[in-house]
């Protein structure tokens, strides 16, 4: 049967045919804004009598034709936004659609549950195996007792006068059977039960054991930030040696086992390889020959990573709510069971309350409640895999949905995960009143609750907002703070975010030691857990620490390992401020034309179509920045004074508000001052830095007392240039 048209299209077909040559983001903008104008007064195009509730009532069935249309073409598209980066009208597009089409609101919601669960992706948990167990257990199975009574039916179907007294002895003699087997298969149960609980147990305890061994294998494995700087010093000193003499095997030696613990395996790998090609003694010919084998094994076998304690939680109790809203109440009760059993781990190896209260609150609930929480649980999972650069409203409008739902089942738990999202969102597009709110409400609760893992996700984005804010040292102890908690509750991925901000911190506040040491933590966490955008950063504020710490070799490593990674995962933003970096330290080592090339190059790198325009100004801020130090390097001051200037210019022009980046600008520019005899001027910018540095009055760590910044490129403090050009 044909589809009968709308009414509304043949009562005003000027106006159909207007919005019907509008794309999908244009018809929702304009009827938003039909919506909510306080007077109507018609639209140019549409018939004049309309009125407003037509004119919506037109805009709506056309989107409803417009998305149907579209379904198939939306779907390709979303496919490939699951694999790679779309522009941010798409992104608007493909949302817009799925919250209009109406075949999408038709599909099963079930089945949407299944397939999101299904493909949430990350680390398979240890205790998995658990699971298998339940799975192994809800399989079909050959039923006994309905091939006993089909045996039955059968012989009864040729029941005659004659046989009947045997036929009911043959009944007899079955049914007995029947209930002999009922009888061997309840014990049968009973035992697997109770064999099930126990190898459940023993699994818990396993997995207990287990991470107590790989804590202590990290225990050991940290490195002090004295062994660090040890280490980088060995490296430097080596590669100095080696450019004077290339085939010096103690140098590559010392060289390959100082990369091996700053975690630059394929550099330790090839200075062994080399050193193998020279070396003549046996001994430790043997000890490099062993390194060798143990670093191509590390190269090619990565580490798999291993679910956190709440990865393997959550995932129970996803499992354990779409087995309730299935009707498999065994299968519930077995995921309930087993995530309960996460939790007292949790509790026991933690102090985190937060698995055993989700667990109370969730056992008691019905199958409505359930199915309602579980998309909200998965609409929260997806939302926090969203990359904040732009567009933040989407996932801003789908966080407080959530929230609604949450708060009216009384899921205050749950609240806390929204609130760490909003806290991000919010923050990202400048909304840090409404953000701050949140976090300072939730932060009570998870400190008054004991919720651990709360309670560090949100002291990391109060920090954050600490740094919008201007206040670095808050921001650094609450980066701290956050670090400890993670510790304690031995999560080592979750961690990764507070101290990549960390190592960002004291790497502009020119507190490289501690800068380096962090990196190095965070280069190792990235590698373990896979996270490429990570270890790129890392190894980026490795190399800048590396090279605020005069090794200009080490550094080189770090930022062309960065470089690499950007490259492989086209993370282009990261990329360009890697390459300016790396002028910088070319520039230190003398190679002032190439120094030159790639921060030019730099500058015109595209940043592709993720980035917005202001986003892109901000990237090009950071690279203008290293622009003025490299042509300082290279004693073309007028250059550097020229880059410094436009530096400072467009941070006001973009509103940017880092005061120790600004005061490093102005003491830049007023050392290119002071290298043309611009004394008066050098002066006055050393005094604005003073000002910028003076504007933070405690260090970034308990051992700077006095000022943040003690130390920069040149090597001198900023008091002792002003008594430099002050008589």
Not at 569 to 584: D, F, N, P, Q, T
Request: charged content about 30%; proline content about 2%.
């Amino acid at each position: 049967m044909e589809k009968k048209e709308p009414e509304i299209f043949s009562k005003y077909p000027e106006c159909r045919k207007q919005f019907q040559d509008m794309t999908l983001n244009m018809l929702c903008d304009f009827e938003d804004d039909i919506a909510k104008a306080k007077e109507y007064f018609g639209v140019v195009g549409c018939e004049i009598n309309m009125s407003r509730a037509e004119m919506l009532e037109l805009i709506g069935e056309t989107i409803k034709e417009k998305t149907a249309g579209e379904h198939d073409k939306l779907m390709v598209l979303y496919q490939r936004s699951l694999k790679e980066i779309l522009t941010p009208e798409e992104h608007r597009w493909i949302f817009l659609h799925r919250n209009r089409c109406e075949k999408c609101k038709q599909e099963t919601r079930l089945n949407r549950l299944k397939a999101r669960i299904g493909s949430s992706g990350g680390s398979t948990p240890k205790s998995i195996k658990i699971r298998d167990i339940n799975n192994n257990s809800n399989q079909k199975k050959p039923n006994i007792f309905v091939s006993k009574i089909a045996e039955i039916k059968k012989q009864l179907s040729s029941i005659n006068v004659r046989n009947i007294k045997t036929i009911a002895k043959k009944r007899t003699v079955v049914v007995a059977s029947i209930i002999v087997s009922v009888i061997v298969a309840v014990l049968t149960v009973s035992v697997l039960i109770r064999n099930y609980n126990a190898k459940k147990i023993d699994l818990a305890k396993t997995a207990q054991q287990d991470r107590g061994a790989r804590k202590e294998f990290q225990v050991k494995k940290r490195r002090t930030s004295q062994e660090i700087m040890r280490y980088a010093q060995q490296y430097e000193d080596a590669s100095r040696k080696l450019k004077k003499q290339p085939q010096d095997p103690i140098s590559l030696l010392a060289r390959g086992e100082a990369a091996e613990e700053l975690n630059l395996l394929g550099k330790a790998l090839e200075d062994y390889q080399s050193y193998l090609k020279l070396a003549t003694d046996v001994s430790s010919r043997a000890i490099a020959e062993g390194k060798v084998t143990k670093l191509q094994a590390a190269i090619n076998t990565p580490i798999k990573p291993e679910a956190t304690y709440y990865e393997e939680f959550n995932s129970f109790l996803n499992s354990y709510l779409l087995s309730l809203i299935e009707g498999k109440s065994t299968r519930a009760q077995d995921e309930l069971e087993t995530a309960q059993a996460v939790a007292k781990l949790m509790l026991k190896n933690t102090g985190d309350r937060v698995g055993v209260d989700q667990i109370e609150f969730y056992s008691k609930l019905s199958v409505d409640t359930a199915k309602e929480l579980l998309e909200a649980r998965l609409e929260t999972e997806e939302v926090s895999k969203v990359v904040a650069i732009d567009h933040f409203q989407d996932s801003i409008d789908k966080l407080y949905k959530v929230k609604n739902v949450f708060v009216r089942h009384g899921a205050d738990i749950e609240n806390q995960s929204v609130a760490v999202l909003l806290a991000k969102f919010l923050s990202k597009a400048g909304r840090l009143a409404e953000a701050r709110t949140k976090v300072d409400q939730w932060l009570a609760v998870s400190k008054n609750e004991s919720y651990l893992f709360n309670q560090a996700q949100l002291l990391f984005w109060d920090g954050q907002m600490n740094v919008y804010e201007r206040k670095e040292q808050e921001a650094v102890r609450k980066f701290q703070r956050s670090i400890e908690i993670y510790q304690s509750i031995d999560d080592d991925k979750f961690i990764l975010y507070p101290i990549m901000l960390l190592s960002y911190l004291y790497n502009i506040a020119d507190k490289n030691e501690l800068a380096l040491s962090k990196s190095m933590e965070g280069v190792v966490g990235s590698l373990k857990y896979n996270h490429a955008a990570f270890s790129s950063q890392f190894l980026q504020e490795a190399g800048i620490a590396a090279a605020g710490l005069n090794m200009p070799n080490l550094a080189k490593i770090y930022l062309e390992s960065s470089i690499k990674a950007c490259e492989k995962e086209e993370l282009w933003g990261y990329r360009i401020v890697a390459k300016a970096a790396l002028s910088s330290v070319l520039a230190m080592m003398g190679e002032k034309q190439k120094a030159i090339d790639l921060i030019n190059e730099a500058k015109t790198l595209d940043l592709g179509k993720s980035f917005d325009p202001t986003a892109k100004q901000q990237q090009l801020l950071h690279v203008i920045s290293y622009e003025g130090k490299v042509y300082g390097l290279a004693k073309d001051f007028v250059k550097s004074e020229r880059a410094y200037r436009e530096a400072i210019s467009l941070s006001k022009e973009l509103g940017y508000k880092n005061i120790l980046v600004i005061g490093q600008w102005r003491k830049g520019l007023g050392e290119a001052l002071l290298e043309q005899k611009r004394n008066e001027e050098a002066l006055q910018e050393f005094k604005l830095a003073e000002e910028e540095f003076r504007k933070v009055s405690e260090g970034l760590h308990p051992e700077s007392k006095n000022r943040l910044l003690d130390r920069s490129f040149s090597g001198k403090e900023i008091d002792e240039l002003i008594k430099l050009v002050q008589p």
